[in-house]
């Protein structure tokens, strides 16, 4: 079987898909019925050069905030294609097809049923059709459902399969404006994941919808970076991939300069097809990118245990050795080859997160650094946290303005807390489980 590549254009002028230039997107994390803020981020996104700008749209009140917010910033000339974030409502993805230029959705939160969810997604895609609006399936590995997890597992095969059933749909209904995501925040299950989607897509699907990679959950700082560079940036080197979003506890337009040196580190041959052997880099952020795109894939792949730095410049010097060693243990770290500090999840925040996310995670890392090996979650809210954070060993979960609940694996042993008391309250926790 031939493959056909699927490429159209978002709202009419973005192409994606079939050798297009990788489009690098974001996400607000503001109330996106606080139109005055998320109009003013929007036009930051914008002006960092954000090719896709997706807004939380959890009801019909959002899908109504989100008309306001593109027709104030359609006026103030801004047209970068908007995208309604949606999980579980099928009648806000319904709503938001005659005003987002697309609709980020899994179908399979549309219902527990899944017979109700087929309809509900065919409903929607009549919709995009009539409206020309675009439809993302995006599947994360902590929001399988039970229906496929008892056939397969919470396991990469298991996402595959899942995006395959909705992937058919759209074929039968000759709906084509589709991209697809697996994300996941274990770097080896979403590369994998992507993978087997890709072979499943070229080799019985007969056609290949645009992807858009992202590692969930990935943090912030120089951690977020790598190990968003090592997901991306093994499959961009294999050629897999359309469009990407580094996801980061940070401000959301620091994820759009950290996309693009992605994107210019394949591009320059900073992969393991690409012959190098060093890196030359201007920067450490560049530095960090390009040697986790060069190195990344090759651990992640047990093909090489470590790997040498010498050769290697920032701004034409050498790497100072003590960089150069904090680099290696977080790549490592980020390729689950050795782990040197604790993992983190943390998600990067949007509209329905109720506390200040990004100096809460940082606080967090402050006071844990010492828990070598443990998992910790940071998660904005419970409509994803709880999934999202189904491998961590301890989970800090927005639960309402001003409230956290604490969880022990899957498990809630503390619910409702003061925000303020919950840092206080995760450190007793994991001491008092230490001690049994």
Not at 19 to 39: E, H, R, W, Y
Not at 94 to 110: C, E, H
Request: with cysteine; aromatic share 6%; net charge neutral.
């Amino acid at each position: 079987m031939v493959a056909s590549p699927v490429s159209f254009r978002i709202a009419g002028r973005v192409p994606i898909g079939g050798g297009q230039p990788i489009l690098v997107q974001t996400m607000c994390n503001t109330s996106t019925d606080d139109i005055a803020a998320s109009v003013a981020q929007c036009r930051a996104m914008a002006a960092a050069g954000a090719d896709l700008i997706r807004l939380t749209t959890q009801g019909l009140k959002q899908v109504e905030s989100l008309r306001e917010i593109k027709r104030q910033l359609r006026a103030g000339g801004i047209d970068t294609p908007l995208v309604a974030d949606i999980h579980f409502l099928a009648d806000a993805a319904l709503a938001a097809a005659s005003v987002a230029d697309k609709v980020r959705i899994n179908p399979g939160n549309f219902a527990k049923e899944h017979e109700v969810a087929c309809a509900k997604f065919r409903e929607l895609i009549a919709l995009c059709k009539q409206n020309g609006t675009a439809i993302r399936i995006g599947l994360n590995h902590g929001s399988l459902g039970e229906r496929i997890t008892q056939r397969y597992g919470a396991t990469p095969l298991a996402m595959k399969e899942a995006v395959m059933e909705w992937l058919r749909m759209c074929v039968e209904e000759d709906f084509f404006n589709v991209v697809v995501s697996l994300k996941a925040s274990n770097t080896i299950v979403m590369v994998e994941a992507y993978r087997l989607l890709y072979a499943a897509m070229r080799d019985e699907l007969g056609y290949l919808f645009p992807l858009h990679l992202g590692v969930t959950e990935a943090g912030g700082g120089e951690e977020g970076r790598i190990k968003s560079a090592v997901g991306i940036g093994t499959l961009l080197g294999e050629g897999i991939g359309d469009t990407i979003r580094v996801s980061l506890t940070e401000d959301p337009v620091h994820e759009i300069p950290a996309g693009r040196l992605i994107v210019a580190a394949i591009a320059a041959g900073y992969s393991p097809r690409g012959g190098r052997s060093c890196v030359e880099a201007d920067d450490w952020n560049d530095f960090i990118i390009k040697g986790s795109c060069l190195w990344g894939p090759s651990l992640l792949d047990k093909k090489i245990d470590d790997f040498s730095l010498a050769g290697s410049t920032i701004g034409g010097q050498p790497v100072p050795a003590e960089d150069g060693e904090r680099f290696r243990d977080m790549l490592l770290q980020a390729c689950r080859r050795r782990f040197t500090r604790p993992e983190y999840i943390a998600c990067p925040g949007c509209g329905r997160t109720l506390y200040d996310l990004e100096s809460t995670f940082n606080e967090v890392k402050r006071r844990t650094s010492h828990l070598v090996g443990l998992k910790i979650a940071v998660m904005g809210c419970v409509v994803n946290g709880p999934g999202e954070m189904a491998d961590a060993d301890y989970g800090y979960v927005g639960e309402g303005r001003g409230h956290v609940t604490l969880y022990r694996g899957k498990t809630p042993v503390l619910r409702y807390i003061p925000q303020e008391e919950a840092i206080d309250k995760l450190l007793e926790l994991i001491e008092n489980d230490r001690k049994n």
